[in-house]
C-alpha cells in the first residue's frame, strides 16, 4: 500500500516495545495503533489509541472484505483523530463498548466472533454515531484508489486510450 | 449587433439555462440571427476538464445547491438532500447523460386516451402528436449524430452488452440491439469515435458523445449572435404593467445582482429551477408566480419509474469497460395493461464504478449480505430501468422558505409519491430484469432501489386548455406572450423513454416558431 501520511510504518522492535495487545487484531501503545505484524500502523493525536482500534474493527465489521487489510480500514476512519471529533467517537465508542459489556464481552474487540459483534452493532443501528461512521465509510473506504484493484475495478482509463483496444468486448464464456 | 450585448439592449431574447432545451434553443435562434443572452448558473467544462473519477466528477459538474425533499419516494429516505442527480455547468446534464436518444412511440403522445382513466393520475394528452413531431426528431437525431437513425451505424457491443443480450435472446425478447445514442459511431464525421472508455456520465473527454454544452453552445457562439454568461443565477423575472416580461435579474459570478433587459424569456432550468424561478417572480400582478394563474406551476412533477438489477456471475464482466449505456431492450415499453399496468418501460444496461455501486447498490445497507456482492464486483453485469410514472397533481415542486441558497432565495422542496402504477411497473421490471440474468447464468440478482432523479420532468405542462396547464403547444405560457419555458418541465406525460432527444426536438420547434413570431412582429 501506498504510505499515507499518518499510516506510518515501524520497525517491528519499534512497535512491541511499549505496546499491548487489544483484541486479536490490533496492538496498542502510546500515539498509535498496528497491527500485530507492524505491517501497518497508524499514529493518533487526538483520540485514545484503544478508541482507534476499537473504530477500525467497528468500520471492518460494518464493511467486512476479507481480502482488503485492516490498513484501508485504518485509513478509512483516521479522519476521525481530530480535536473537533475526539468526544463524539470517544462517546460512541464507550457507548459501543457498555452494549458489549452489556451482552457479556469483556469489550467490543473482546467479542471473538464477528456475529457477536454485528448483533451488537445492530442494537445501534440507527444511532447518528452509527450512521456517521457507516455513511463516512461509503466514500472512505470505497473511494481510496488503493482498495479498487483488490475488487478488480480499472479507475481512469482515459489515459489509456480507453477500452477499445484493451478489452471492452473480451469475455468469451457467454 | 454582435454579441456580447449590452445589458439595457431589449432586443435580446434571454434564454435561461443552457442544457438539452435552452443550450440547443440558444444555438438554433443564433443560427437564425436572432441576438441571445444565455445566463447559465453554472461554469464552463470542457472534455479537458472532465474528470474519469466518480466522486471527483460529482463534485465537479453536480448541481450541488440544497434542496429539500418529502413524500414516500425512496429518494427521500436514502437522499434527502439531492433529489436530483443532475448538472450545474454549461451544457446542463447534456454534459453527463449516458446519451439515449429514443422517440416517443406514437401513443405516447394520447396517454390520456390511450391508457384511459387512471385513479389518482392526472393523465392528459400532449397538444401535440407523433406525426408533428417526426421531422423535429429527425433534425434531432441528426444534430446528435444518433447511431441507428440516418444511416449511422450502431455502436459495438461491450461486456456488459454480451451478457445482457445473452440473456433477453434467452427469454425470448426480440428487440434488443446496443441503442440509438448519441455518441459517434463511425470516424467519418466530425466527432471523435468513441473509445469505450467507460466513463460517460463523467463527460466524456473525447467529445464523442453530444453535449450542448461544446457542440450547440460553441456552434451559436460562432455566429456571433449568442452571448453565454456562466456563473450566472437568475433570481427573478421581471415585467411591467402590460404583464408582459421585461428583463431578469441575476447574482453575477461576484454574487453582484445584474439586471439584463429582454424582449423574451425563456426558461430552461430543468424541472426544479424552473418552476422555483416563476414562483420565486410573484409580484403584486401575478402574486402566485409568473404564468400560474391554473395554479399548475410546480405540480405534475415526473421522475419516471426507475430501478435498476446487477447481477453477479461465476466469470468476469468487467461492466464498467466501454459504453456506460451500451444496449437496450424494447419489449417491455408496448403498453399492454395485462401485464398490471398501463404504459411500459425500457430495459438499458448501465454500469457504475466501485464507488458509485458502492454508494447505489443497496443505499443505507451494510453486512455481509452487502459487501458478498461487492467482492463480486468484477462479475457484475447491470441494468437501469426506465418506464413511464403516473403523473399526480400533488407530487410537486414547492418553495421552501425554511431553506435559502446561498443568494438567500427560497430553494425548492420536491414532493414525490409512487404512484401504484409506478409500483406494480416497477416490480414488473425488476422480476423481467432479473429473469434476463438467470436466463445466462445469473448467481445473484439485486434489485436496485432508485437513484436521485436523473430524468426530472412535468412541473410546468403542456396544456392545450390553459386551465389544465403552465405552458401551450409552443412551450408559451398561457398567462404571458413573451414568457416560454424550454425544458423537460413543459412534459404532458413523461412516455417510457428517456427524455433529452424530445427536449432537443422541441427546442429546435420552439425556435423556429419564436424565429417566425418575431419576424411577424408578434413578439
Given at each position: 500500500?501506498?504510505?499515507?501520511?499518518?499510516?506510518?510504518?515501524?520497525?517491528?522492535?519499534?512497535?512491541?516495545?511499549?505496546?499491548?495487545?487489544?483484541?486479536?487484531?490490533?496492538?496498542?501503545?502510546?500515539?498509535?495503533?498496528?497491527?500485530?505484524?507492524?505491517?501497518?500502523?497508524l499514529e493518533v493525536q487526538h483520540l485514545k489509541p484503544e478508541t482507534m482500534a476499537t473504530l477500525i474493527q467497528m468500520a471492518r465489521d460494518?464493511?467486512?472484505?476479507?481480502?482488503?487489510?485492516?490498513?484501508?480500514?485504518?485509513?478509512?476512519?483516521?479522519?476521525?483523530?481530530?480535536?473537533?471529533?475526539?468526544?463524539?467517537?470517544?462517546?460512541?465508542?464507550?457507548?459501543?463498548?457498555a452494549a458489549a459489556v452489556g451482552k457479556g464481552h469483556s469489550s467490543y474487540v473482546g467479542a471473538g466472533w464477528e456475529r457477536d459483534r454485528v448483533d451488537i452493532l445492530r442494537g445501534m443501528e440507527d444511532s447518528p454515531f452509527f450512521q456517521t461512521v457507516r455513511g463516512g465509510l461509503v466514500t472512505g473506504l470505497y473511494n481510496q484508489k488503493a482498495v479498487w484493484p483488490l475488487f478488480g475495478y480499472e479507475g481512469e482509463s482515459f489515459s489509456k486510450g480507453g477500452y477499445i483496444d484493451r478489452g471492452f468486448n473480451d469475455i468469451n464464456w457467454i | 449587433m454582435a454579441a456580447p450585448f449590452d445589458k439595457n439592449d431589449d432586443s435580446v431574447v434571454?434564454?435561461?439555462?443552457?442544457?438539452?432545451?435552452?443550450?440547443?434553443?440558444?444555438?438554433?435562434?443564433?443560427?437564425?440571427?436572432?441576438?441571445?443572452?444565455?445566463?447559465?448558473?453554472?461554469?464552463?467544462?470542457?472534455?479537458?476538464?472532465?474528470?474519469?473519477?466518480e466522486w471527483d466528477s460529482f463534485g465537479q459538474l453536480a448541481w450541488l445547491d440544497p434542496r429539500t425533499t418529502s413524500?414516500?419516494?425512496?429518494?427521500?429516505?436514502?437522499?434527502?438532500?439531492?433529489?436530483?442527480?443532475?448538472?450545474?455547468?454549461?451544457?446542463?446534464?447534456?454534459?453527463?447523460?449516458?446519451?439515449?436518444?429514443?422517440?416517443?412511440?406514437?401513443?405516447?403522445?394520447?396517454?390520456?386516451?390511450?391508457?384511459?382513466?387512471?385513479?389518482?393520475?392526472?393523465?392528459?394528452?400532449?397538444?401535440?402528436?407523433?406525426?408533428?413531431?417526426?421531422?423535429?426528431?429527425?433534425?434531432?437525431e441528426d444534430k446528435l449524430h444518433v447511431t441507428r437513425t440516418g444511416n449511422r451505424p450502431g455502436l459495438p457491443g461491450n461486456n456488459n452488452y454480451k451478457v445482457f443480450e445473452a440473456g433477453a435472446k434467452s427469454l425470448g425478447y426480440k428487440d434488443v440491439h446496443t441503442g440509438r445514442m448519441a455518441i459517434s459511431s463511425s470516424d467519418n464525421t466530425d466527432r471523435t469515435m468513441c473509445q469505450q472508455t467507460g466513463f460517460c456520465f463523467q463527460g466524456c473527454k473525447w467529445g464523442a458523445k453530444w453535449s450542448a454544452g461544446y457542440h450547440d453552445i460553441e456552434e451559436g457562439e460562432a455566429t456571433g449572435n449568442l452571448e453565454v454568461r456562466p456563473e450566472s443565477h437568475v433570481a427573478r423575472i421581471l415585467h411591467n404593467d402590460e404583464g408582459k416580461v421585461t428583463g431578469v435579474e441575476y447574482f453575477d459570478k461576484d454574487g453582484n445582482l445584474q439586471m439584463q433587459k429582454a424582449r423574451v424569456v425563456c426558461v430552461a432550468g430543468n424541472s426544479f429551477e424552473s418552476p422555483r424561478l416563476l414562483l420565486n417572480s410573484a409580484?403584486?400582478?401575478?402574486?402566485?408566480?409568473?404564468?400560474?394563474?391554473?395554479?399548475?406551476?410546480?405540480?405534475?412533477?415526473?421522475?419516471?419509474?426507475?430501478g435498476s438489477v446487477y447481477a453477479v456471475f461465476d466469470k468476469p464482466v468487467k461492466m464498467w469497460r466501454g459504453t456506460t449505456m451500451a444496449g437496450i431492450i424494447t419489449d417491455e415499453s408496448r403498453h399492454d395493461p395485462s401485464r398490471g399496468f398501463v404504459g411500459g418501460y425500457e430495459m438499458e444496461t448501465l454500469a457504475l464504478g466501485l464507488p458509485f455501486m458502492a454508494a447505489f447498490l443497496d443505499p443505507g445497507a451494510w453486512g455481509r449480505e452487502f459487501t458478498t456482492a461487492l467482492d463480486m464486483y468484477e462479475n457484475m453485469?447491470?441494468?437501469?430501468?426506465?418506464?413511464?410514472?403516473?403523473?399526480?397533481?400533488?407530487?410537486?415542486?414547492?418553495?421552501?422558505?425554511?431553506?435559502?441558497?446561498?443568494?438567500?432565495?427560497?430553494?425548492?422542496?420536491?414532493?414525490f409519491d409512487d404512484h401504484p402504477n409506478d409500483i406494480a411497473m416497477r416490480n414488473h421490471a425488476y422480476q423481467q430484469g432479473q429473469a434476463v440474468y438467470d436466463a445466462v447464468g445469473a448467481t445473484r440478482t439485486f434489485p436496485t432501489p432508485p437513484y436521485p432523479s436523473t430524468h426530472?420532468?412535468?412541473?410546468?405542462?403542456?396544456?392545450?386548455?390553459?386551465?389544465?396547464?403552465?405552458?401551450?403547444?409552443?412551450?408559451?405560457?398561457?398567462?404571458?406572450?413573451?414568457?416560454?419555458?424550454?425544458?423537460?418541465?413543459?412534459?404532458?406525460?413523461?412516455?417510457?423513454?428517456?427524455?433529452?432527444?424530445?427536449i432537443v426536438a422541441l427546442a429546435i420547434r420552439q425556435a423556429d416558431h419564436l424565429a417566425s413570431e418575431m419576424a411577424a412582429g408578434n413578439l
Open positions: 500500500m501506498k504510505k499515507e501520511k499518518s499510516v506510518v510504518s515501524m520497525t517491528r522492535r519499534q512497535l512491541l516495545s511499549g505496546s499491548a495487545a487489544l483484541g486479536a487484531a490490533f496492538v496498542v501503545g502510546a500515539g498509535f495503533v498496528a497491527s500485530p505484524t507492524a505491517s501497518w500502523a460494518i464493511y467486512p472484505h476479507d481480502h482488503v487489510g485492516d490498513e484501508f480500514y485504518a485509513a478509512a476512519v483516521k479522519g476521525y483523530d481530530s480535536a473537533d471529533s475526539k468526544d463524539t467517537v470517544e462517546a460512541g465508542i464507550a457507548a459501543l463498548n | 434571454v434564454v435561461i439555462g443552457t442544457g438539452a432545451g435552452g443550450g440547443v434553443l440558444s444555438n438554433e435562434l443564433a443560427q437564425k440571427g436572432v441576438s441571445v443572452v444565455a445566463l447559465e448558473a453554472g461554469g464552463r467544462h470542457t472534455p479537458q476538464d472532465f474528470i474519469n473519477d413524500g414516500d419516494w425512496r429518494v427521500a429516505k436514502d437522499f434527502s438532500g439531492l433529489p436530483a442527480w443532475i448538472v450545474k455547468s454549461v451544457g446542463g446534464t447534456t454534459q453527463h447523460w449516458a446519451g439515449a436518444s429514443l422517440r416517443f412511440q406514437d401513443h405516447e403522445w394520447k396517454a390520456a386516451t390511450t391508457y384511459g382513466n387512471v385513479q389518482g393520475a392526472s393523465l392528459l394528452d400532449w397538444p401535440i402528436d407523433a406525426a408533428e413531431m417526426d421531422p423535429w426528431y429527425t433534425k434531432a409580484s403584486s400582478m401575478f402574486p402566485d408566480g409568473l404564468a400560474n394563474s391554473s395554479g399548475q406551476v410546480g405540480r405534475n412533477y415526473m421522475r419516471h419509474m426507475t453485469a447491470g441494468m437501469w430501468l426506465v418506464g413511464e410514472d403516473m403523473p399526480q397533481e400533488t407530487n410537486r415542486v414547492t418553495l421552501n422558505n425554511d431553506v435559502k441558497d446561498k443568494y438567500g432565495l427560497p430553494v425548492v422542496n420536491v414532493h426530472n420532468l412535468g412541473t410546468n405542462r403542456m396544456s392545450e386548455n390553459p386551465r389544465d396547464g403552465v405552458v401551450n403547444k409552443w412551450g408559451r405560457t398561457h398567462d404571458i406572450p413573451n414568457l416560454y419555458v424550454s425544458d423537460g418541465s413543459v412534459f404532458t406525460t413523461g412516455a417510457a423513454e428517456n427524455p433529452t432527444l424530445t
